[in-house]
């Protein structure tokens, strides 16, 4: 397991071909339970350490829900992108199966999350720095993935990672600020 991790992070492209040769789905969503669950349970059980060990649980068992569901659904979108662009040698089941290893990062800065815990609120400027530094670490697996699963090169891999998610800042987030700056308009 520790091999396996490391090679995923650390020699991402030969990891991530291993990988794609056989069947992962199983361990894929294992390690994304664990790296979620363990990075969102040692910062909401340090938070939240006067709430009862329910509702910590129940926060855990949401964010990891919410944020599979999630991940499996942004990589439906970049198979469709890359289909749409014309590499279609893709394997879908074999991107969905990387999916699960891209979370890796966030198991590695768990024990920094513990840190930023036990500096009180000063460790929110430490956890909000170390959620970027973990999405940024993603997202270049993410394209390590990409590049893997449709034999494609990694600029291209790049270029579909940001296309994707301006797709999804356009959808979603850009109507929401719109929305603001006319509220606000309208208030002063």
């Known amino acids: 397991m520790r091999r396996k991790t490391f090679d995923v992070l ?3 492209k030969a990891g991530m071909t291993l990988l794609v040769k056989r069947p992962c789905l199983w361990r894929s969503g294992w390690y994304f ?5 363990f990075f969102t349970g040692v910062a909401t059980n340090v938070w939240l350490l006067e709430q009862p060990l329910e509702v910590r649980f129940a926060i855990i068992v ?6 599979g569901t999630a991940l499996t659904l942004y990589g439906f979108l970049l198979h469709g992108i890359l289909e749409t662009f014309g590499a279609v040698s ?5 991107l969905i199966c990387l999916l699960g290893y891209t979370a890796l ?3 590695v800065l768990t024990p920094v999350s513990l840190l930023a815990g036990k500096l009180g609120l000063a460790g929110l400027v430490l956890l909000g720095g170390l959620i970027v530094v973990g999405a940024c670490w993603m997202l270049y697996l993410l394209m390590r993935s990409l590049e893997v699963v449709y034999l494609i090169d990694f600029k291209r891999a790049a270029a579909t990672v940001l296309f994707s998610l301006l797709l999804l800042y356009i959808v979603f987030v850009l109507p929401l600020q719109l929305l603001g700056c006319l ?3 309208f208030l002063s």
Do not use: C, E, H, Q
């Not at 949401?62 to 944020?67: E, H, N, Q, R, Y």
């Not at 893709?90 to 074999?94: F, N, Q, R, S």
């Open 183 to 185: 509220l606000l308009r």
């Open 62 to 67: 949401a964010s990891v829900i919410v944020l």
């Open 90 to 94: 893709g394997d879908p089941k074999g």
């Open 33 to 37: 339970t664990m790296s979620t669950g």
């Open 105 to 107: 990062p966030f198991l």
């Open 10 to 12: 650390f020699d991402t």
